[in-house]
């Protein structure tokens, strides 16, 4: 895979950004990295990503413990993502109730733009109905077996649909027992073997929308041999960090970690096709960045990739575009409570 | 407060007018930054009791307390905010004595209003800790003789708190103020003083809008007039108070 050949950092963006919240540390928000367009034969668009990371859950009927791994996966996913896929717009929502899930699928969907690459990421309990085989997010405002309180599967499939019918690619990975309920009405998807330029271009131009479940029917393990991570996102983060390929499709991907994960725990990952929402056997491709700078964020390196291949003629350009990071703590449940620094009383003397 | 709030000419007037521009400059390059405005209201019993200096006695309210309004704008780590209080103290057998220009008059019961505003401008230095200069202007006046005191100065303070868990959070500031006391008949220096504070309490958030908060609240004031009488009392009490919040993120 010899497409690129020089890779050039053309400049660095040291944008003044807003100065963060000083109390933002505990409470979320201080990011404010810039979206950046990816212009290649592959991809001419924005790599965003909403990641959802759910462990301290609030159940008052203790049904749902608190998962050990699954905001530091979320956390795990969101850096690998940023600073070696060039995902530029993430938005990380960690302890999300089902309220802020929803609208930050809204806000998602609303940012979408057509050439957009989108990655929904989720790592948290999931539910069964074994009665209606229904399938559940399950947001830390979950009450006991309340479905009501849970996220439905046809109802994150609709949000989906809506973001699908937006961008060019989309991706959910659930990383949450039972979780290829969400696949019950997909077709399992197959790896093409070593794909070439020219399958590659074909796929990346056609829509697509897949979905990677950590497991099936099937209750999944929260803390991969005390790595901090479940087994699923231990080999999904350990495939995406040893990966030496420079395009590499969501079918390699849910392909290899599918292997990993099976034959190292008692689970196996499924990967699918949305059904009905558009999908043209088209590929989500993950484009690995190889540049960094010492001190400086990915998210600010405006990027400039060139190659001298005839056939392509590919130019990387990066465009800064508007956007924001968020976190759920600083956005809009008007249920959480505030950044302690607004609210204290004014200290006169 | 409301000699304070009804004297066009007083310092207070310039300081709102310095607050209302601090309002406009935090605003204007603030861009996508964090901001919030915070209104709140508070309620404060206290007592008024101090020293009236060498050959005078001392003296301490029988009851009295203030009431406030506040209102606090902040941008990222900078803040700025304007406080109003004000309310009446009664006195007994033994009130403040009043240094006038024409010599000492000692006062007993006798209601003795007094108000405070202190216009903010203060900076998280650190996560949770702040830094901010509080100018500050103190009126009393005596309803028997309308004798008026009036002390005004620039103060400094450090402001800190500590989350306990989603929805309690301890706070605590401390300062001083060094300043000029006047009278209100000619508005010349009648002496020097110092101030200082010591606050000390907790905050329950309702939601993330709401929050109610309450504590301990120790001032101290050091007055030295120029006639060579001093005068020392101190306004300690608890306080009791509501904050509402805009986010404007």
């Given amino acids: 895979m010899n497409i690129f050949k020089t890779l050039v950092v053309s400049s660095i963006l040291l944008a003044v950004l807003p100065v963060t919240s000083a109390l933002g540390q505990s409470r979320g928000i201080a990011l404010e990295p810039k979206s950046v367009v990816q212009t290649t034969p592959f991809v001419n668009g924005v790599y965003r990503a909403l990641i959802i990371g759910n462990d301290r859950y609030q159940d008052p009927h203790q049904r749902w413990p608190a998962l050990e791994t699954a905001v530091a996966d979320a956390r795990a996913v969101s850096d690998i993502l940023q600073q070696h896929y060039g995902f530029s717009d993430l938005e990380v929502l960690e302890n999300a109730t089902r309220r802020e899930i929803l609208r930050a699928l809204e806000r998602l969907s609303k940012r979408a733009l057509p050439n957009d690459s989108i990655l929904v990421y989720y790592a948290g309990h999931g539910f069964l109905d074994s009665e209606s085989e229904r399938g559940f997010w399950v947001p830390v405002d ?51 073997p070593n794909p070439d330029q020219d399958y590659l271009k074909k796929v990346s131009k056609k829509k697509s929308v897949r979905i990677i479940s950590a497991g099936g029917v099937e209750y999944v393990d929260d803390n991969y041999r005390k790595s901090g991570h479940s087994p699923f996102t231990y080999f999904l983060l350990n495939e995406l960090e040893n990966n030496d390929r420079e ?33 043209e056997l088209g590929e989500f491709i993950f484009i690995k960045l190889k540049i960094s700078v010492d001190g400086v964020p990915a998210e600010k390196l405006k990027i400039q990739v060139e190659t001298d291949s005839p056939a392509d003629n590919v130019v990387i350009e990066s465009e800064v575009i508007d956007s924001k990071v968020t976190d759920s703590k600083a956005t809009d449940s008007s249920s959480e409570p505030a950044d302690p620094g607004i609210v204290i009383p004014l200290p006169t003397l | 407060m409301n000699k304070i709030l009804n004297n066009t000419n007083s310092t207070p007037i310039k300081l709102c007018a310095a607050f209302a521009l601090m309002l406009v400059l935090a605003y204007a390059p603030a861009g996508q930054a964090a901001r919030s405005l915070t209104v709140g209201v508070t309620a ?11 050959g005078n006695s001392d ?8 009431f406030a309004a506040s209102i606090n704008y902040r941008v990222n780590k900078f803040y700025t905010g304007l406080n109003l209080q004000g309310g009446t103290y009664d006195f007994g057998s033994d009130a403040p004595t009043q240094f006038t220009s024409n010599g000492t008059l000692t006062s007993d019961d006798v209601k003795v209003e007094h108000s405070d505003l202190d216009l903010l401008f203060g900076y998280y230095f650190w996560s949770n800790v702040s830094l901010f200069l509080d100018l500050k202007v103190t009126h009393s006046e005596w309803r028997d003789t309308g004798y008026e005191q009036a002390f005004s100065g620039l103060g400094l303070g450090v402001s800190g708190f500590h989350p306990i868990n989603d929805k309690w959070v301890l706070f605590g500031s401390f300062g001083f103020v060094n300043g000029n006391i006047d009278d209100d008949e000619d508005r010349s220096s009648h002496g020097d003083g110092t101030s200082s ?17 309450f504590g301990l609240k120790l001032r101290s004031y050091d007055f030295d007039f120029d006639d060579g009488n ?4 101190s306004l300690n009490g608890l306080f009791f108070g509501y904050n509402h919040t805009f986010d404007f993120n």
């Fill in chain 2, 197 to 213: 504070a010591l606050v000390g309490g907790a905050v329950y958030l309702i939601d993330k809008a709401n929050t109610i908060n």
């Fill in chain 1, 247 to 279: 395009l590499l499709t969501v079918s390699e991907l849910s392909s290899n970690v599918t292997r990993a994960v099976a034959n190292n725990v008692d689970q196996v990952p499924e990967t699918g096709v949305l059904q009905g929402a558009g999908d």
């Fill in chain 1, 142 to 192: 979950a009450e006991g077996v309340d479905s009501t309180t849970f996220l439905r599967n046809s109802t994150i499939r609709d949000e989906l649909t809506t973001i699908a019918s937006r961008a060019q690619h989309t991706l959910l990975i659930s990383d949450s027992c039972f979780s290829g309920t969400l696949l019950r009405r997909g077709t399992r998807g197959i790896a093409t």
């Fill in chain 2, 44 to 54: 404060n019993g206290s007592s008024w009791e101090g020293d009236n200096g060498s």
């Fill in chain 2, 230 to 233: 001093d005068q020392e009392y």
């Fill in chain 2, 59 to 66: 003296f301490e309210s029988d009851r009295g307390g203030q």
